[in-house]
């Protein structure tokens, strides 16, 4: 009997498994299982799951050190620019369809910015999503008017939540194949952490095991990152647990060492002469005790007390000596010499910022001021940290667009045939506060038309209109034919005209011009060399 699951699913055609040798590789972190029975089907959810979750408590651990928190949030401040007016916008430049399709997509994916409610926390989510390495929502619909769309997106803790996908093997010939049979999500409530450690457990056990929900009623998102055996999805702070760890040994090393170095110490050599060993040790004792007066002041009870029956590591030190040439004598052990070294330290600290993609420079950002230079004056490490916020920004728009292809099916406005050709051509475009960027437009801006200035003479002779339109100008066909239409709408430039037509009559008043019109008139072409035809 087949088991109903929660929430809807889309009435899909029945088509015939892909079959393969190979399995599929995702990056979604689902728990493969084989395909069977609804009671037959056992799943190890107690170290799978449960070490996940695990994972991502451990990345909101460590989220929360003063380090990793002002990364973090150097790079969701890069990746999300809360100031802006509308901090992502749907690019629609591509899609090959009507201006009404067009205005229909546009308007449900405000929609969706709605029921996320992104204006406002666009940098939480990205945040969260950046963190946890993972992110879910369950999708909410009427389903008695499922032509209503999306009704709420809510979010959903990944530590309860796990995707399930069943695989089905059959031999073909000496090789078995391998095909996907079904995929769904699985709720629990309790984290996956079963009672008594079992490993094992029954697919549908109720409340112990959760409740299994239906793929489309989830939208789930990751970082992309796996572990070497593609079962775990790794958040961006995993690389920075292990130089966290050191940092963190480093320092309380460091505390440890200036706390009991810090002091300078006496030691007192004592003459003892030739009194035998027990007559020798009391002796010291007594003088000891005779120039050792410490005093402690007790700040709970306001009393002066008198401690000098207590030795410790901090105190002087007392050491007998024979007869000889050297008799009593008092010296001074020095402090720690290296006290004020932080190079150790500070190396652990940019290498836990390098493995967060973070540039070395900013981890000195508090000393140094922000230069608003050229791009020629920009590090290496700020190009690759823009280029990084860049593949981040593409990896959280899954989101918008499986959000998007729900509220577009559901509505009737696309086919479910039609949304993987229609997907590949949706962009979107976030709000980018990065001055970086804007020097750099303006500066290859610049050079196109210092570049375009030195060709323009042989325009006509040596080069055409269209190649110095698409290798100077770096315009594709598209924008050529776009230029072209708003220059014929806008017409010629005032001022143009006239210099264009002074700049001929200049010409025209020169030998040369009018021994190249003769030339250009007999139909040759003059020798470069001086010679002639």
Same mark, same amino acid.
């Given at each position: 009997?087949?088991?109903?699951?929660?929430?809807?699913? $889309?009435?899909?055609?029945?088509?015939?498994?892909?079959?393969?040798?190979?399995?599929?590789?995702?990056?979604?972190?689902?728990?493969?299982?084989?395909?069977?029975?609804?009671?037959?089907?056992?799943?190890?959810?107690?170290?799978?799951?449960?070490?996940?979750?695990?994972?991502?408590?451990?990345?909101?651990?460590?989220?929360?050190? @003063?380090?990793?928190?002002?990364?973090?949030?150097?790079?969701?401040?890069?990746?999300?620019?809360?100031?802006?007016?509308?901090?992502?916008?749907?690019? #629609?430049?591509?899609?090959?369809?009507?201006?009404?399709?067009?205005?229909?997509?546009?308007?449900?994916?405000?929609?969706?910015?709605?029921?996320?409610?992104?204006?406002?926390?666009?940098?939480? #989510?990205?945040?969260?999503?950046?963190?946890?390495?993972?992110?879910?929502?369950?999708?909410?619909?009427?389903?008695?008017?499922?032509?209503?769309?999306?009704?709420?997106?809510?979010?959903?803790?990944?530590?309860?939540?796990?995707?399930?996908?069943?695989?089905?093997?059959?031999?073909?010939?000496?090789?078995?194949?391998?095909?996907?049979?079904?995929?769904?999500?699985?709720?629990?409530?309790?984290?996956? #952490?079963?009672?008594?450690?079992?490993?094992?457990?029954?697919?549908?056990?109720? @409340?112990?095991?959760?409740?299994?929900? @239906?793929?489309?009623?989830?939208?789930?998102?990751?970082?992309?990152?796996?572990?070497?055996?593609?079962?775990?999805?790794?958040?961006?702070?995993?690389?920075?647990?292990?130089?966290?760890?050191?940092?963190?040994?480093?320092?309380?090393?460091?505390?440890?060492?200036?706390?009991?170095?810090?002091?300078?110490?006496?030691?007192?050599?004592?003459?003892?002469?030739?009194?035998?060993?027990?007559?020798?040790?009391?002796?010291?004792?007594?003088? /000891?005790?005779?120039?050792?007066?410490?005093?402690?002041?007790?700040?709970?009870?306001?009393?002066?007390?008198?401690? !000098?029956?207590? /030795?410790?590591?901090?105190?002087?030190?007392?050491?007998?000596?024979?007869?000889?040439?050297?008799?009593?004598?008092?010296?001074?052990?020095?402090?720690?010499?290296?006290?004020?070294?932080? @190079?150790?330290?500070?190396?652990?600290?940019?290498?836990?910022?390098?493995?967060?993609?973070?540039?070395?420079?900013?981890?000195?950002?508090?000393?140094?001021?922000?230069?608003?230079? !050229?791009?020629?004056?920009?590090?290496?490490?700020?190009?690759? $940290?823009?280029?990084?916020?860049?593949?981040?920004?593409?990896?959280?728009? /899954?989101?918008?667009?499986?959000?998007?292809?729900?509220?577009?099916?559901?509505?009737?406005?696309?086919?479910?045939?039609?949304?993987?050709? #229609?997907?590949?051509?949706?962009? $979107?475009?976030?709000?980018?506060?990065?001055? $970086?960027?804007?020097?750099?437009?303006?500066?290859?801006?610049?050079?196109?038309?210092?570049?375009?200035?030195?060709?323009?003479?042989?325009?006509? !002779?040596?080069?055409?209109?269209?190649?110095?339109?698409?290798?100077?100008?770096?315009?594709?066909?598209?924008?050529?034919?776009?230029?072209?239409?708003?220059?014929?709408?806008?017409?010629?430039?005032?001022?143009?005209?006239?210099?264009?037509?002074?700049?001929?009559?200049?010409?025209?008043?020169?030998?040369?011009?009018?021994?190249?019109?003769?030339?250009?008139?007999?139909?040759?072409?003059?020798?470069?060399?001086?010679?002639?035809?």
């Amino acid at each position: 009997m087949a088991i109903q699951l929660f929430g809807f699913e $889309f009435k899909r055609k029945d088509e015939q498994p892909v079959e393969s040798f190979a399995p599929p590789i995702n990056d979604d972190g689902a728990v493969v299982v084989a395909a069977g029975g609804a009671y037959g089907t056992y799943i190890d959810l107690d170290g799978t799951a449960r070490t996940e979750s695990e994972l991502v408590s451990k990345y909101r651990e460590i989220a929360l050190e @003063a380090d990793i928190e002002r990364a973090v949030d150097d790079i969701i401040n890069e990746m999300i620019d809360s100031d802006a007016d509308k901090v992502v916008q749907i690019n #629609l430049d591509k899609l090959k369809y009507s201006d009404t399709i067009k205005e229909k997509i546009s308007d449900e994916f405000d929609t969706i910015l709605e029921l996320l409610n992104f204006e406002n926390d666009a940098y939480d #989510l990205a945040k969260r999503w950046y963190i946890d390495g993972r992110m879910y929502f369950h999708v909410i619909v009427d389903e008695k008017n499922p032509r209503m769309g999306i009704k709420e997106l809510r979010y959903v803790d990944p530590r309860k939540i796990r995707k399930v996908r069943e695989v089905k093997k059959r031999p073909k010939g000496n090789i078995t194949v391998n095909y996907k049979a079904n995929e769904y999500y699985i709720y629990n409530e309790r984290n996956f #952490l079963p009672a008594g450690g079992n490993a094992g457990m029954p697919l549908d056990t109720g @409340a112990t095991q959760g409740i299994k929900i @239906a793929a489309d009623s989830i939208l789930h998102v990751t970082s992309g990152l796996m572990d070497k055996n593609n079962s775990f999805v790794y958040s961006y702070l995993q690389k920075a647990i292990r130089p966290l760890n050191q940092l963190r040994t480093l320092e309380d090393a460091t505390v440890i060492y200036r706390i009991s170095r810090a002091p300078e110490r006496r030691i007192f050599y004592i003459d003892v002469g030739n009194l035998p060993k027990v007559k020798a040790e009391q002796y010291l004792k007594d003088m /000891m005790t005779r120039h050792k007066n410490r005093l402690v002041y007790d700040a709970t009870t306001g009393e002066v007390r008198d401690d !000098r029956k207590y /030795m410790t590591m901090l105190e002087d030190y007392w050491l007998p000596r024979r007869e000889g040439n050297r008799g009593t004598e008092i010296t001074t052990l020095p402090a720690g010499q290296n006290l004020g070294e932080m @190079a150790d330290v500070e190396y652990f600290q940019q290498k836990l910022f390098q493995s967060l993609n973070i540039p070395i420079s900013r981890l000195k950002g508090s000393e140094a001021g922000f230069n608003l230079g !050229r791009s020629a004056e920009i590090t290496r490490d700020e190009v690759k $940290f823009t280029k990084f916020a860049g593949r981040l920004r593409k990896r959280f728009s /899954m989101l918008f667009m499986k959000a998007l292809e729900k509220q577009l099916i559901l509505k009737g406005i696309v086919s479910e045939q039609d949304w993987p050709e #229609l997907s590949n051509q949706i962009k $979107f475009d976030f709000e980018i506060d990065n001055h $970086f960027e804007e020097f750099k437009q303006a500066e290859v801006l610049q050079n196109r038309l210092n570049n375009l200035n030195a060709v323009v003479p042989y325009i006509g !002779r040596f080069f055409s209109d269209k190649w110095v339109r698409q290798y100077v100008l770096m315009q594709s066909d598209d924008d050529i034919e776009t230029m072209m239409e708003q220059i014929a709408e806008e017409g010629s430039m005032p001022g143009v005209e006239g210099e264009e037509q002074q700049q001929g009559q200049q010409q025209r008043n020169t030998p040369q011009s009018a021994s190249q019109t003769a030339s250009e008139r007999s139909g040759s072409v003059p020798n470069i060399d001086g010679g002639g035809r």
